[in-house]
């Protein structure tokens, strides 16, 4: 098994070496780059991207702010610079060495992954912070969002997906199936602004907060307060990713269930006189929930990255997810390919964690063995 992880942890170095190269290849033909957005700015041929620039959780500071707090970034694309015939091109010249675009693409792509390799993700064009500082700070959010989510939706899923196996073809099946589809079919988003129109002061109760993970004076709050507190911000973005996310797993529980109980150690357990309670779960529980208990990272995964973004900026929630958003609208690349490069890693060693958990729920399984037949 030592071997087994030792391969897979070098694997993540060519993965994550890849992801970067064809990201910074596609980054090369997108238009809208921040020296073209500047230029724009400066020639006044794009007031909404100036709007853009100048205002939201990010851009606060004015065009002339920024220009003195940008650092040479990591990534970028060649372009040809729409309505920059007027300007002086020794200020072009300057523009572009400000956003570290004076190098050649392969330059910058061997600088970029010279740093990556230290975890040294550039400053952020457009917030003039060290990109592994934003993203640490933002980070927890994201976690805290996921891990609470998939916690929940595990709590929900495998006893309602047991009881649908045991009842199949019930009313109580029937029902819960209903409910299941609409959970399914209805996105977690939409969730969430009917969450707030009814609980956040939308047009009914303001039972709930609306916006952050924390009141503004949480740090003067007892220990007790902080953790009420915290809850009473996350129950709301929690509840909405929930109900998007329990559904598959359900299905998933039922199906394994209904698989399992229908094979022959089943029917032998249950001829040796065994209660159904002792067949349920001394027998079939754990070859049913191999799949559910072992796909605990990557639903983890799944939820922090895919549905973390919309509900981080429905309610105001400063994590990981509306970073990444802000920078690909921005084109700040510093931050772009710092949270993906994040991203990524985290994905990979949850996919590692993964396969041991089939080990864990399993001592069978040998991947060692399985990779040299």
Avoid: C
């Avoid at 399914?184 to 988003?189: L, T």
């Amino acid at each position: 098994m030592a071997a087994y992880i030792l391969r897979r942890l070098l694997l993540i170095i060519p993965t994550l070496f890849g992801i970067l190269v064809i990201n910074f290849a596609i980054v090369q033909v997108a238009p809208g780059g921040p020296v073209e957005q500047m230029i724009a700015q400066i020639t006044g041929a794009d007031a909404g991207a100036t709007a853009r620039l100048g205002g939201g959780a990010g851009g606060d500071m004015g065009a002339a702010g920024r220009q003195a707090q940008l650092a040479s970034g990591g990534a970028g694309e060649n372009v040809k610079y729409r309505g920059a015939q007027g300007l002086d091109p020794a200020l072009i010249a300057r523009i572009e060495k400000q956003f570290g675009f004076d190098k050649p693409p392969l330059e910058r792509f061997l600088i970029m992954v010279r740093d990556y390799a230290t975890f040294n993700f550039g400053t952020s064009f457009f917030k003039g912070r060290p990109v592994i500082d934003l993203i640490m700070e933002k980070l927890p959010v994201s976690i805290s969002l996921g891990l609470w989510t998939t916690l929940l939706v595990y709590a929900i899923s495998i006893p309602l997906g047991i009881r649908k196996a045991v009842r199949d073809g019930s009313r109580f099946d029937t029902w819960t199936s209903a409910v299941i589809v609409v959970g399914y079919a209805i996105p977690g988003f939409l969730f969430a602004v009917l969450l707030i129109v009814l609980f956040a002061g939308g047009s009914y109760w303001q039972i709930f907060p609306l916006r952050g993970l924390t009141s503004d004076n949480w740090s003067m709050l007892p220990w007790w307060e902080q953790i009420a507190d915290y809850f009473w911000h996350i129950t709301l973005p929690v509840i909405a990713m929930t109900i998007g996310g329990f559904a598959g797993l359900t299905m998933l529980t039922k199906n394994s269930f209904l698989d399992e109980i229908n094979k022959q150690y089943v029917m032998t357990a249950r001829a040796k006189g065994l209660t159904e309670h002792r067949v349920l779960y001394g027998h079939v529980f754990r070859n049913a929930m191999l799949l559910v208990i072992a796909g605990f990272p990557a639903a983890f995964v799944g939820i922090l990255f895919t549905n973390s973004l919309l509900i981080e900026y429905i309610f105001s929630l400063d994590g990981l997810g509306l970073l990444s958003f802000e920078a690909l609208i921005q084109r700040d690349y510093p931050i772009i390919f710092g949270s993906l490069f994040i991203f990524t890693l985290i994905g990979l060693v949850m996919k590692l964690i993964g396969d041991l958990t089939y080990v864990l729920v399993d001592p069978r399984i040998d991947f060692e063995t399985r990779e040299v037949s």
